[in-house]
């Protein structure tokens, strides 16, 4: 059995290359978890050594495409942990629901299973046509896939599940036409979305939300990069707005923990006052 | 002296010899204990609440970026893979299952085993499928202390003997014996 290839020293040379050659940073990322997938990566391609691992990357633009796409982690589902779901529906929608416009940010959102959940329950609740979201990731391939609102046909047992848990009102099944082995879900669902790349550790605020949801992507971050990242939500959060994150995650060593109230249970804050 | 770590890895079967164990050495124990146990994410009570109910001893649910700390029992969080960092905090990892599984017994072992070396002892119990027994190899090949339980008196044998299969371990003890084995452990 082979003993990790790639030391901490070896990961942070490479880190310093992809950050300076392509402005990527993922130093303040959790080690042991990228470490990890970067390990997996060097694998499974079989690079005889770290030194022409190390090549490729600084040379070879589309290899860094793949490095990029395969050690971001990009598991997720419709409807995940439906009792927050739940929540959005039954306390947080009907409050939305007295804006004119609603804009929804939907960071870190991989394929775009929880944009098409969200925009489900934003038709059920008759806010669809007066809401747009925005789903962004890091990783330009599940953006375009997500763009698509194509998803394998095996899952929507499991979904259709979930979405019955998390309150749903209709046959899971009327939001999507499916083959053998693939659902596209309705294009009515789509219009009102806004799909781009976005890296939360370099770019900017574009816009200013009544909702954003980050859930699961904090975990790979250092405190650091969390503290900097929540800086930017806050920024981008109207004031009396809602940021949601992952059933693990919190806004209690944030900075701005005091700005924000806790909704019930559920992993949602309000943002009650300016963090300054 | 050595920072050392306790990982201990069960799947179907195991929670009888978790709970024995967990009565034996109850809080103080000398070192951090890090329960990797597979289960149905659809329970609703949690691991820990249970594990407190059957044993009286606190149970921590593992959260990201805490200090492992020695005298601590912790349990993985449902449905998410545990890792272990440098500075011996834990990270969680929310990507694709591991043998089935997450979270993983070897994804928290060979991060452990990075980490720990020659420090970490690793435990891996009954159970009905593969995992664990490429982590207890990486574990060993890091210099780490292995014990199993006994195949022929673990509830589903199916996970230790996969260890057995393709490794030595340094130590097989019976479901019985175990709880004392881990306890003298600790006072090495």
Not at chain 1, 30 to 41: D, E, G, K, N, Y
Not at chain 2, 12 to 32: D, M, Q, R
Not at chain 2, 119 to 141: C, F, I, Q, R
Not at chain 2, 160 to 179: C, G, H, K, N, Y
Request: overall charge negative; glycine content about 6%.
């Amino acid at each position: 059995m082979q003993i990790n290839p790639i030391h901490n020293e070896e990961l942070d040379l490479l880190l310093n290359d992809i950050s300076t050659r392509y402005g990527y940073d993922f130093t303040e990322y959790t080690r042991a978890s990228l470490q990890r997938r970067i390990q997996r990566l060097f694998t499974v391609d079989k690079f005889p050594s770290f030194a022409e691992f190390r090549y490729r990357l600084q040379n070879d633009s589309h290899y860094f495409r793949r490095f990029v796409e395969e050690i971001t982690v990009n598991v997720t589902e419709m409807l995940r942990d439906p009792s927050f779901y739940h929540t959005l529906r039954t306390t947080i929608l009907p409050i939305l629901s007295t804006y004119p416009f609603i804009r929804i940010w939907h960071a870190g959102c991989s394929t775009g299973e929880e944009v098409y959940s969200m925009a489900i329950l934003l038709y059920e609740s008759g806010l669809l046509h007066k809401s747009l979201l925005y789903g962004t990731d890091i990783n330009p391939l599940v953006i375009e896939k997500a763009r698509k609102g194509i998803f394998p046909v095996r899952q929507m047992q499991k979904y259709s599940e979930n979405y019955i848990n998390a309150g749903g009102l209709k046959e899971f099944s009327e939001y999507y036409t499916a083959n053998y082995y693939l659902a596209k879900f309705d294009s009515s669902l789509t219009a009102r979305m806004i799909f781009s790349t976005h890296n939360l550790v370099s770019d900017y605020s574009f816009n200013e939300f009544q909702l954003i949801l980050c859930r699961n992507v904090l975990i790979y971050f250092s405190r650091e990069l969390q503290g900097k990242v929540f800086r930017l939500f806050d920024y981008s959060l109207e004031n009396f707005g809602y940021l949601a994150l992952g059933t693990k995650e919190s806004l209690r060593f944030s900075p701005m923990a005091d700005a924000y109230r806790q909704v019930g249970r559920e992993k949602i804050w309000r943002k009650v006052r300016d963090a300054g | 002296m050595q920072d050392r770590l306790l990982v201990i890895g069960g799947s179907a079967g195991s929670l009888t010899v978790v709970l024995s164990i967990l009565k034996e050495i109850g809080l103080g124990y000398p070192l951090p204990v890090l329960l990797v146990l597979h289960r149905q994410s659809s329970f609703e009570s949690s691991l820990e609440e249970l594990l407190y109910v059957r044993t009286r001893v606190i149970i921590k649910e593992v959260e990201e970026k805490e200090m492992l700390r020695p005298g601590r029992i912790y349990v993985c969080p449902p449905d998410y893979h545990v890792l272990v960092e440098q500075d011996h905090s834990t990270s969680l990892d929310y990507s694709e299952r591991v043998n089935f599984s997450r979270p993983s017994i070897d994804v928290t072992l060979r991060s452990a085993a990075d980490v720990y070396g020659a420090g970490l002892t690793a435990l891996l119990l009954s159970g009905g499928n593969a995992d664990g027994a490429e982590g207890m190899e990486y574990v060993k090949e890091r210099g780490g202390f292995t014990i199993l339980e006994d195949p022929q008196t673990a509830e589903v044998p199916y996970m230790p003997q996969q260890a057995l299969f393709r490794m030595t371990v340094d130590r097989i003890a019976s479901a019985e014996d175990l709880p004392l084995v881990i306890r003298e452990l600790g006072h090495k």
